[in-house]
Nanobody, 126 residues
Framework: QLQLVESGGGLVQPGGSLRLSCGAS????????ISWFRQAPGKEREGVSC???????YYGDSVKGRFTISRDNAKNTVYLQMNNMKREDTAVYYC????????????????????WGQGTQVTVSS
């Protein structure tokens, strides 16, 4: 059974950093693209970043230059390093894989074709 589990969320001050992890079970993550999304209260879920099976990366405009997505295939894990964080980064962060699974990120912002993790809360506040 396919399962994605996010961890690493918490409270951070503006300008601070957090690293989120997305662990996978039920499938071998290294062959597939993995995306990160976030959803703030009262807002739609938005795409944050995507990494292909070969390591190519894509970012939403609001996080370019501040967030970095990476993968450790030996640990079956994808990371999202978040630096210079802003209050508007406050949201529940989800990792996702396409359904059916794909190696590329061509459809990474399409929310309708994803399997989701349970999410992890990130709060940026002083």
């Amino acid at each position: 059974q396919l399962q994605l589990v996010e961890s690493g969320g918490g409270l951070v001050q503006p300008g601070g950093s957090l690293r989120l992890s997305c662990g996978a079970s039920g499938f071998t993550l290294r062959y597939y693209a993995i995306s990160w999304f976030r959803q703030a209260p009262g807002k739609e879920r938005e795409g944050v970043s995507c990494i292909t099976s070969s390591g190519s990366t894509y970012y939403g405009d609001s996080v370019k230059g501040r967030f970095t997505i990476s993968r450790d295939n030996a640990k079956n894990t994808v990371y999202l390093q978040m630096n210079n964080m802003k209050r508007e980064d406050t949201a529940v962060y989800y990792c996702a894989v396409d359904n059916p699974r794909t190696a590329g990120c061509s459809m990474w912002t399409d929310k309708a074709t994803k399997n989701w993790g349970q999410g992890t809360q990130v709060t940026v506040s002083s």
